[in-house]
């Protein structure tokens, strides 16, 4: 398939889920549309989840890269930003909660290609730091990671909080620095 109809497959798809939630997504909506033959979008995706799945790897409106700010902490700081901008920007708000909210409700959509593609393009700010010396062998890249992005999910989704600018790097001092006072001088 052309990679621009393909985006424009996944674009349908993601702006559908969007309005209309994962239950009134549906291949002939995406179909109509993307102005593609449901037939050609079965051909490649068998059902609206394998659709959906893809869609949140490949479009467009959700493309990553990895930040290379040539610091950990820097890296870090854009990582959380880009989160934030994901979660709090339209189109991208709207479609990454309600595509990953009803994966908690439907199991046939496994975002677990989602977050698998995300988390081996951000490895690489930790296989920097390593190479630059700022990363503890014990470091959990993950762990940081989901601390990290689970905060900015909490705090702008789930609580519905504003996210000031200094959100970032606060986050990242927190999981970086750890949040003890400092130990008093004997």
């Given amino acids: 398939?052309?990679?621009?109809?393909?985006?424009?497959?996944?674009?349908?798809?993601l702006r559908l889920v969007a309005e209309r939630g994962y239950d009134g997504l549906t291949v002939?909506?995406?179909a109509e549309r993307s102005g593609v033959n449901k037939t050609t979008i079965y051909r490649w995706w068998p059902s609206k989840a394998a659709l959906l799945g893809?869609?949140?790897v490949e479009a467009d409106v959700l493309g990553f890269e990895a930040p290379d700010t040539g610091s950990l902490?820097?890296?870090?700081?854009?990582l959380v930003e880009g989160v934030v901008r994901l979660l709090t920007e339209p189109p991208a708000r709207d479609v990454v909660v309600a595509a990953?909210?009803?994966?908690?409700r439907h199991p046939e959509l496994d975002a677990r290609g989602f977050f698998a593609d995300r988390f081996a393009r951000e490895r690489q700010i930790f296989e920097r730091a390593a190479r630059r010396g700022e990363l503890a062998e014990t470091a959990d890249p993950m762990l940081?990671?989901?601390?990290?992005?689970g905060a900015v999910w909490l705090r702008a989704v789930f609580r519905g909080l504003p996210l000031d600018e200094d959100f970032a790097p606060r986050a990242v001092s927190a999981v970086l620095d750890g949040v003890?006072?400092?130990a008093a001088a004997p």
């Fill in 180 to 182: 003890r006072a400092p």
């Fill in 28 to 30: 002939e909506g995406v």
């Fill in 100 to 104: 990953l909210g009803a994966a908690a």
């Fill in 1 to 13: 398939m052309a990679p621009r109809k393909q985006q424009e497959i996944f674009d349908a798809t």
């Fill in 73 to 78: 902490r820097g890296d870090l700081v854009a």
């Fill in 54 to 56: 893809a869609a949140l």
């Fill in 144 to 149: 940081v990671v989901d601390l990290l992005a």
